[in-house]
């Protein structure tokens, strides 16, 4: 009976705090938020643990007399084993710093919050739209906490140099600016200098995300939920007896990929070149797309580098305006021994006053929507903030198969395995028998 109290007056409490944003007045032993909080609360998560505990620190002085927070770093490549792991053998978290694409995966582990205590409506209203990619037919897996929004960075030398005054909002302004930003050697007219690191995959950091990104402008959301909340691709669709590409993935993936046919005129691209990340640091490569963590990176590996950061250009006369982001979100384990705490502790962690200083320690934009009303007067934390209210993601069912399939879908059109639209429907059904286990 506590526990369902606690459940159910969980974002009771939280739109109390949505309105009184920045309030910060010290604990007490009659907030009727705290009863029941008890022991320590163990969360397990990817970010660096510096930031975290900073947080953490902060807010165990301040419920000092009800529970303590206590988080466990663990290396992303080994997280997904490390929580399957760990439940097997009874030893796991009580709460997890959950990454999107690792949600769909974990969601049978996860006490979720029904909507009856977290209203859709309320939800919506108090976070990005990124967010909902937590949300399912009966309520909340995971609270949404961080996210790092894809954006473009472009190097104004660069730019200057081939006199272009204007940085492309559009995808199509690449088609006239590529030729004069590519340069070639004389002798072996390999390329030297490039517009833009797209038609490859293995050296294009972030190359998944981006095509994602470029498919999620259309419109298709790759992944999507039947009413009864089960997932199905939508990047190849039933029709009668045939299955069809989605012609819009398919525009979609056909431009992406003419950056590396040396047949067009926009060819600026190939597999010879470094990794996009590199060519960029090195002054070899105009305009980049990655995340806003990686701002720091850049500057401090090469802080001679002028460049600077700027939205995601989109599809002319399009409606919305879209960008990629990583999401994670706080979810409370099933096995957790400790669960009515775990979720005091997660909706404390969602006041301002916490979830405003976990951003700031990672100089990340934040997932609630009062807080990203503040303005910046920063250049490249702008950008991150209004790139956060842009930005989407999607349902991964199994992160390293799926970035198996992107690369095969690339490599066979580059290969002249397959075209454009074999590739789509190459991708859409290996999508499809990723995501059959949670059709059952």
Wanted: glycine share 6%; hydrophobic share 40%.
């Amino acid at each position: 009976m506590k526990f369902q109290y606690i459940l159910v007056s969980f974002f009771g409490v939280m739109a109390v705090i949505s309105v009184i944003v920045f309030a910060n007045a010290p604990a007490s032993s009659d907030d009727p938020a705290l009863a029941g909080a008890s022991g320590k609360v163990y969360v397990w998560g990817t970010y660096p643990i510096a930031g975290v505990n900073e947080v953490f620190q902060k807010m165990n002085d301040k419920y000092r007399d009800s529970f303590q927070v206590e988080y466990q770093y663990h290396d992303p490549k080994t997280f997904d084993r490390d929580i399957v792991e760990a439940l097997a053998s009874g030893r796991g978290p009580d709460v997890l710093l959950l990454p999107d694409n690792l949600v769909l995966r974990h969601s049978d582990k996860i006490e979720q919050i029904p909507y009856v205590s977290l209203p859709q409506l309320m939800f919506q209203s108090m976070f990005i739209q990124a967010g909902e990619v937590y949300m399912r037919q009966s309520g909340v897996v995971a609270v949404p906490y961080a996210i790092d929004p894809i954006v473009m960075y472009w190097n104004r030398d660069l730019f200057d140099n081939a006199s272009i005054t204007v940085v492309p909002t559009f995808w199509d302004e690449f088609l006239t600016i590529t030729p004069k930003l590519t340069i070639r050697d004389p002798k072996t007219q390999e390329i030297t200098q490039s517009a833009i690191a797209f038609g490859e995959y293995a050296n294009v950091a972030n190359a998944k995300d981006i095509l994602a990104m470029l498919f999620l402008q259309t419109g298709d959301p790759i992944v999507r939920m039947t009413p009864q909340g089960i997932p199905y691709g939508d990047l190849v669709r039933q029709e009668g007896e045939f299955v069809t590409p989605d012609q819009d993935v398919i525009s979609a993936l056909r431009y992406y990929m003419d950056f590396s046919n040396p047949l067009k005129n926009i060819y600026t691209w190939s597999r010879a070149l470094p990794n996009s990340r590199d060519q960029f640091l090195t002054g070899g490569l105009a305009v980049y797309f990655g995340y806003a963590s990686e701002y720091k990176v850049l500057k401090e590996k090469n802080p001679h580098l002028n460049f600077v950061a700027a939205p995601v250009p989109q599809t002319r006369g399009t409606d919305v305006q879209i960008t990629f982001a990583r999401m994670h979100g706080f979810a409370v384990l099933k096995s957790s021994s400790n669960k009515s705490t775990a979720f005091i502790a997660v909706q404390k962690l969602m006041e301002p006053e916490f979830s405003g200083a976990f951003a700031a320690a990672y100089s990340l934009p934040p997932v609630r929507r009062d807080l990203l009303n503040v303005q910046q007067t920063d250049a490249a934390m702008s950008v991150f903030y209004d790139s956060a209210i842009r930005a989407r993601t999607w349902l991964d069912p199994k992160p390293e198969a799926t970035d198996g399939l992107f690369r095969t879908a690339i490599e066979s059109i580059s290969s002249g395995r397959y075209d454009v639209s074999q590739s789509v429907s190459l991708l859409g059904g290996g999508l499809n028998s990723e995501l059959f286990p949670y059709q059952q």
